[in-house]
């Protein structure tokens, strides 16, 4: 039989050997069900999908159960973010996966790290890379730095240092990682685990969860972009007035990235970017929020609230409550 290196699988769940193991096993998706120890790891899959989105995946490397039960899991999760087609779903789980295999590779032997970069075809030569390949691979990132315009470029190719190429890397798993795999024959129960999923995740309404907003104290306006914010459907000017109302009540970019991610369009690294723009850590300026008039301008005002300021609403609202 051969012998597997289960250490480095469970941190590089992706590789071709993982898939090998998994299949030496000669285990169904059933069976696996079933199995006195294996059984544990659809569990495992259900929660790694909940750790992914809070962008934390936890990799246990401990002992050799533990070895199994983490590769396994992940074949259970790709399953089941496979399951529910949501393109939302799989990139978040996606970046989460590639983002821990990123930490783990900071520290990784050459040798690995040339494995893994011939199995996801991560295409580097010496330091330049193809211009079509680099923008496929910096299309989510937002640090200024990726622009094209502050690069090197040279006969068509981007020069890349090797600590970028380490980054690079990371979007190249993650792209491997998004890529679809078969689920025609896999067993029922999978697929109620993975439609209940997306109702929990995705289907079923969300509330803002920090403590230091008081949701009864938000204006109507407000409330009206949170709702098209969770549709998919917000305008640039919502998104504009949503980040700098909630930046203005003293939120921090983390809490303001949070209250962003009900988004079935939210990309986490692109909503920090510009909050942090907005905030005046990327930029110069810590934008305000607009006046009502302005909101009223944008067609976006939904009643007569008697103020001139969202923030005024809100903090007139407070003192109400307090006074009670």
Same mark, same amino acid.
């Given at each position: 039989?051969?012998?597997?290196?289960?250490? &480095?699988?469970?941190?590089?769940?992706?590789?071709?050997?993982?898939?090998?193991?998994?299949?030496?096993?000669?285990?169904? #998706?059933?069976? *696996?069900?079933?199995?006195? +120890?294996?059984?544990?790891?659809?569990? *495992?899959?259900?929660?790694?999908?909940?750790?992914? #989105? =809070?962008?934390?995946?936890?990799?246990?490397?401990?002992?050799?159960?533990?070895?199994? !039960?983490?590769?396994?899991?992940?074949?259970?999760?790709?399953? !089941? +973010?496979?399951? @529910?087609?949501?393109?939302? #779903?799989?990139?978040?789980?996606?970046?989460?996966?590639?983002?821990?295999?990123?930490?783990? *590779?900071?520290?990784?032997?050459?040798?690995?790290?040339? &494995?893994?970069?011939?199995?996801?075809?991560?295409?580097?030569?010496?330091?330049?890379?193809?211009?079509?390949?680099? !923008?496929?691979?910096?299309?989510?990132?937002?640090?200024?730095?990726?622009? #094209?315009?502050?690069?090197?470029? /040279?006969?068509?190719?981007?020069?890349?240092?090797?600590?970028?190429?380490?980054?690079?890397?990371?979007?190249?798993?993650?792209?491997?990682?998004?890529?679809?795999? %078969?689920?025609?024959?896999?067993?029922? %129960?999978?697929?109620?685990?993975?439609?209940?999923?997306?109702?929990?995740?995705?289907?079923?309404? &969300?509330?803002?969860?920090?403590?230091?907003?008081?949701?009864?104290?938000?204006?109507?306006?407000?409330?009206?972009?949170?709702?098209?914010?969770? =549709?998919?459907? +917000?305008?640039?000017?919502?998104?504009?007035?949503?980040?700098?109302?909630?930046?203005?009540?003293? !939120?921090?970019?983390?809490?303001? +990235?949070?209250?962003?991610?009900?988004?079935?369009?939210?990309?986490?690294?692109?909503?920090?970017?510009?909050?942090?723009?907005?905030?005046?850590?990327? /930029?110069?300026?810590?934008?305000?929020?607009?006046?009502?008039?302005?909101?009223?301008?944008?067609?976006?005002?939904?009643?007569?609230?008697?103020?001139?300021?969202?923030?005024?609403?809100?903090?007139? =609202?407070?003192?109400?409550?307090? @006074?009670?």
């Amino acid at each position: 039989m051969t012998e597997f290196d289960l250490e &480095r699988i469970a941190k590089y769940p992706f590789l071709k050997e993982a898939k090998d193991y998994v299949a030496s096993l000669n285990l169904t #998706l059933g069976e *696996m069900q079933n199995h006195p +120890v294996y059984s544990s790891a659809v569990d *495992m899959g259900r929660q790694r999908i909940f750790d992914a #989105l =809070n962008a934390r995946i936890k990799t246990d490397l401990s002992d050799k159960i533990s070895q199994e !039960l983490t590769i396994l899991s992940y074949v259970m999760t790709r399953i !089941l +973010v496979n399951l @529910s087609s949501n393109r939302r #779903l799989i990139f978040r789980y996606a970046s989460a996966e590639a983002k821990n295999a990123y930490e783990f *590779m900071k520290n990784e032997r050459e040798d690995v790290l040339q &494995r893994i970069k011939g199995e996801v075809n991560f295409k580097l030569d010496g330091n330049m890379m193809e211009f079509t390949y680099y !923008l496929k691979l910096t299309k989510n990132l937002t640090d200024p730095r990726w622009r #094209l315009v502050n690069r090197v470029i /040279s006969s068509g190719k981007v020069e890349i240092n090797k600590y970028e190429a380490l980054e690079l890397l990371r979007e190249a798993i993650r792209l491997k990682i998004m890529e679809p795999i %078969d689920v025609k024959n896999v067993p029922e %129960d999978f697929r109620k685990i993975a439609k209940q999923l997306n109702t929990v995740i995705i289907g079923a309404p &969300r509330e803002i969860r920090v403590k230091e907003v008081n949701k009864g104290a938000i204006p109507p306006c407000i409330s009206g972009m949170l709702t098209s914010l969770e =549709n998919g459907e +917000v305008s640039h000017n919502a998104m504009f007035i949503l980040g700098t109302f909630f930046i203005g009540l003293g !939120l921090r970019v983390d809490d303001v +990235v949070n209250i962003f991610s009900v988004s079935p369009k939210f990309n986490e690294e692109k909503s920090r970017y510009q909050i942090e723009f907005l905030a005046g850590e990327k /930029s110069n300026t810590k934008y305000s929020c607009p006046t009502c008039a302005k909101i009223k301008s944008y067609g976006l005002c939904i009643s007569e609230c008697g103020v001139k300021h969202p923030l005024q609403y809100y903090r007139d =609202n407070i003192k109400g409550m307090k @006074s009670k």
